[in-house]
């Protein structure tokens, strides 16, 4: 089966410093994708970056990166130099595929969540 | 990036009545749309995998006569909550990946209060 973990419920960290989110991941199919999304207190989720199963690079998008350790299931977030704005829920996921009736689609899984407050 | 719509994004019924709540990709077409429920500082839950031109499919423990969801074009898919009652309050929140594209793109979400 296949699940996500994210072990930090709230994180802190000083504006203008990096701060690791942690995600690891549990799944026997060698296709997926790992998703990080930001939900700000309005409640929309904001895509940051995504990670193939079968990238060889780490992803990066801007102040958001991505560090994929296939090895150990893991798939942290790092963003760097933060900004109060980034004060807000973070949700790690994993899509896999599922197949159903002949049709196949990709279905998320979301870790539980972490709450990233920026101080000033 | 791309965008997906949600509307209402609050909505207020009385319990007994039926509400429904619309998810519509603005710039991409997406065969199969996916319908979350997200109780106050917790993840979200998948309820139901939406597909375009056939039957939603439902997960576990939710029921699909209560939460109806219809998936009339590439662009729309519609949750329809039946007979409201106070412990369906929560926020909603569809999503939706463009075709042939790796990116689940979310919509604003939707905060319904049954009273």
């Known amino acids: 089966a296949q699940k996500i973990t994210q072990t930090q419920p709230g994180m802190f960290v000083q504006e203008k410093e990096a701060v690791t989110l942690d995600c690891t991941y549990d799944?026997?199919?060698?296709?997926?994708?790992l998703f990080w999304y930001k939900q700000p207190s309005s409640g929309e989720m904001i895509f940051l970056i995504y990670?193939?199963?079968?990238?060889?690079q780490n992803a990066t998008e801007g102040r958001y990166s991505l560090n994929f350790q296939k090895a150990r299931k893991s798939a942290n977030l790092v963003i760097s130099a933060s900004q109060l704005g980034d004060s807000a829920m973070y949700f790690c996921a994993m899509r896999f595929m599922i197949n159903a009736g002949g049709t196949s689609y990709g279905k998320l899984t979301f870790g539980q969540g972490t709450i990233l407050t920026v101080h000033p | 990036g791309a965008v997906v719509s949600q509307h209402p994004s609050w909505v207020i019924c009385k319990s007994g009545t039926s509400v429904k709540i619309e998810c519509r990709s603005l710039d991409f077409q997406a065969t199969t749309m996916f319908w979350y429920r997200q109780f106050p500082k917790q993840s979200l839950m998948l309820m139901a995998t939406s597909n375009e031109g056939s039957k939603a499919t439902y997960e576990q423990g939710v029921e699909k006569d209560k939460f109806l969801i219809n998936h009339a074009s590439l662009t729309l898919s519609t949750l329809t909550v039946t007979s409201a009652h106070p412990e369906d309050s929560s926020f909603y929140i569809c999503?939706?990946?463009?075709?042939?594209?790796?990116?689940?793109?979310f919509g604003e979400g939707s905060w319904l209060t049954v009273v």
């Open positions: 799944t026997s199919d060698p296709s997926y994708g």
């Open positions: 990670q193939g199963s079968y990238d060889q």
């Open positions: 999503s939706a990946r463009p075709l042939g594209g790796n990116t689940i793109y």
